[in-house]
T-cell receptor, first 112, second 114 residues
Framework: NAGVTQTPKFRVLKTGQSMTLLCAQD?????MYWYRQDPGMGLRLIHY???????AKGEVPDGYNVSRLKKQNFLLGLESAAPSQTSVYFC???????????FGSGTRLTVV | AQTVTQSQPEMSVQEAETVTLSCTYD???????LFWYKQPPSRQMILVIR??????QNATENRFSVNFQKAAKSFSLKISDSQLGDAAMYFC???????????FGSGTKLNVKP
């Protein structure tokens, strides 16, 4: 049972490049989330999904897009990376009616 | 809007002693959950303890316990008999009841001295 798997674990991008982060879960969770973690600011919600085919904005959605075409996958896209998007990105998933998350191990993204 | 505040950016404790990490939150909700997560250098987020707001009894998990003061909107974490493996960032988090969107504090870095 893998839980929540994030790929890649590390990435360096040049300003203006695009990329997609993949999150996959095998627990049949309805809800999935993308957070970013920055020093001194904790984790902030970027986007989330309450089911296949649905997405919603969180606290800091600008510069990101997401898609949930399959229940087990939640993709986070950066269309034109900026240095301000240098961060550690966490995916999480949960059941809709039970509190608590299962987190992935994070992706460290550096934009130069 | 919900906010979570951890006012201690960094703390230190001697091995085998007790330390308390503070967390306050602001919400107009009456039903909600509170959590403490541990993040070691491996970066993995690990659930330490969870408290349901409707429960008056404080949650306990082995050496970890909380002091939940609903009226004061305070949720502190006590670690007893501290171990070197407890060294990590600790995050306090809030989630509304039946709506699993979390709000995190900024974290407290705990150092454990041998």
């Amino acid at each position: 049972n893998a839980g929540v798997t994030q790929t890649p674990k590390f990435r360096v991008l040049k300003t203006g490049q695009s990329m997609t982060l993949l999150c996959a879960q095998d627990m049949n969770h309805e809800y999935m989330y993308w957070y970013r973690q920055d020093p001194g600011m904790g984790l902030r919600l970027i986007h989330y999904s309450v089911g296949e085919g649905t997405t919603a904005k969180g606290e800091v959605p600008d510069g990101y897009n997401v898609s949930r075409l399959k229940k087990q996958n939640f993709l986070l896209g950066l269309e034109s990376a900026a240095p301000s998007q240098t961060s550690v990105y966490f995916c999480a998933s949960s059941y809709g009616d039970r509190p608590g998350y299962t987190f992935g191990s994070g992706t460290r993204l550096t934009v130069v | 809007a919900q906010t979570v505040t951890q006012s201690q950016p960094e703390m230190s404790v001697q091995e085998a002693e007790t330390v308390t990490l503070s967390c306050t939150y602001d919400t107009s909700e009456s039903d909600y959950y509170l959590f403490w997560y541990k993040q070691p250098p491996s970066r993995q987020m690990i659930l330490v303890i969870r408290q349901e707001a409707y429960k008056q009894q404080n949650a306990t998990e082995n050496r970890f316990s909380v002091n939940f003061q609903k009226a004061a909107k305070s949720f502190s974490l006590k670690i007893s008999d501290s171990q070197l493996g407890d060294a990590a960032m600790y995050f306090c988090a809030f989630a509304r009841y039946n709506f699993n969107k979390f709000y995190f504090g900024s974290g407290t870095k705990l150092n454990v001295k041998p």
